[in-house]
Each structure stands twice: as C-alpha cells, then as structure tokens.
C-alpha cells in the first residue's frame, strides 16, 4: 500500500525513498512498477515509491517535481537515501544498489543502453542519482526555474562541486539501464543531449532551490504500488 515496503524477515540497512517525476506516462509507469518492486525487494531495502505529479498543461518542469517529492518524503521517514528515478529508466543489474554513497552524491545510471551503455557526456547527471538528504540541502536541492528545457542536470552537477561535493559514479557494469522508447506524443524534451545553459548557476544556486519553493499541494494518495503527491 502506497509503495511502502519493508522485509518481513530481517531488519533493513537501508531506508530509500524512490522519487519519480511524472506527467501523464502510464505505460512508462506500469512497467517500472512491474520492475522496480521486484528489484527492490530482492535488495531487501525498507523503500516508498512516491510519484509527484505535475497538474496543467504547462511546461514540465522535472527538477522542482523532486524538490517537492524530497520535501514531503521527508515529512514521512528520516530516509538513509533520496533516488531520484526518471520515469522511463529500468535497471538491469541487481547488484546496482539503491543505496546512497556515504560521502558524496552518487549518480547511477552510468551506462544506459540508449548511448551503448556509456556516458553522453562527462559532466551528465541524469537518469538515477542517489543523495542523501544532507547532500541535498547541502547543494540547496534542485533549481526551480528549467520549465521545458531539460539542462537541470548540468546545473546539479555545478551545483554539486559548488557545494564542496563531487560526484562519484556507479561502475558501468553495474548502473546499466534500459531505456523504455513508447514513443508517445509528449511535451519532455530530451534530456539526453547536452542543452546549453541558460542560467549561471554560479551566481543563482543559493537562491533558487529548496530554499525558495513554492507549490500547492493539492491532494496526497496511497495507491496499491505507490504514494502520488499532486502538486499545482
């Protein structure tokens, strides 16, 4: 219920909330949910699934999406770890740990098979990252302003080294993923190719983040396999 899971029969190291971005994408929803459980589960984490949800016809706007889901995932649990999990992403390896690197902000999907299982570029952040939640205040969260553009994940990356922080990698032959491709008809840019930037993050990062958020919640459900957080 809700996306909540805890193994029945050992004490968990691990507490993750698994964070998704979502706007009107039920087939890429379905079939991470029908991945996603199972994996989990076989890593025997305690873990929530929470989907934040975006209503309007507006640009999408993924990086405030997870600033929210962080604010009210940690209403609910002190998590060990915050995953950040694009929608249309399913890991391959089961040794792939949903955990949090201890030090630094870990990013995950290091080799997807949409770029022959490695990076599109070296400063790329995007797909699955995994931070805890002193990480993510440290570095001020996610910018609130990239509506449509899909170039939050250069600017977390800066934000990462401008915060003292660097970014460590799982290994490729570990953070291997498949890209689902429904080709649907939706406004998400593609994020994968190297957009250039249009803010100086140098100058913007402590004032555009979780210090500034603002959003209405409009309601919070528990679902059979996950939590939605629908936010205006």
């Known amino acids: 219920s809700g996306g909540h899971y805890k193994p029945p029969h050992c004490f968990p190291r691990y507490k993750s909330a698994i964070l998704v971005a979502y706007r009107n994408q039920e087939k890429y929803l379905r079939h991470l949910l029908y991945y996603i459980h199972p994996f989990l589960q076989r890593q025997q984490l305690s873990y929530t699934i929470y989907l934040i949800q975006q209503v309007g016809n507006g640009?999408?706007?993924?990086a405030k999406l997870l600033n929210v889901g962080v604010r009210e995932a940690m209403k609910d649990e002190e998590w060990d770890c915050l995953v950040l999990h694009d929608i249309d992403l399913v890991p391959e390896n089961d040794y792939n740990l949903y955990i949090c690197d201890e030090y630094y902000p870990k990013h995950m999907a290091s080799a997807m098979d949409k770029?022959?299982?490695?990076l599109p570029y070296k400063s790329f952040f995007g797909g699955v990252s995994a931070l805890t939640p002193e990480?993510?205040?440290k570095m001020n969260g996610f910018p609130n302003t990239y509506w449509g553009d899909g170039g939050e994940n250069d600017d977390i990356a800066t934000r990462i080294h401008l915060a003292?922080?660097?970014i460590?990698?799982?290994?490729?032959h570990l953070g291997r993923y498949r890209v689902m491709d429904y080709n649907e008809e939706r406004e998400i840019p593609d994020p994968w190719r190297r957009p250039p930037s249009q803010h100086n993050t140098r100058k913007t990062w402590k004032a555009d983040g979780m210090n500034t958020l603002q959003f209405r919640l409009l309601s919070r459900t528990k679902h059979p396999l996950y939590t939605k957080i629908t936010v205006d």
Not at 59 to 62: A, E, V, W
Not at 115 to 118: A, G
Not at 168 to 172: A, D, I, K, N, Q
Request: proline content about 5%; cysteine-free; aromatic content about 22%.
């Open 59 to 62: 640009s999408f706007n993924r």
């Open 115 to 118: 770029f022959q299982y490695t």
């Open 135 to 137: 990480h993510y205040m």
């Open 164 to 166: 003292g922080m660097k």
């Open 168 to 172: 460590v990698r799982t290994s490729p």
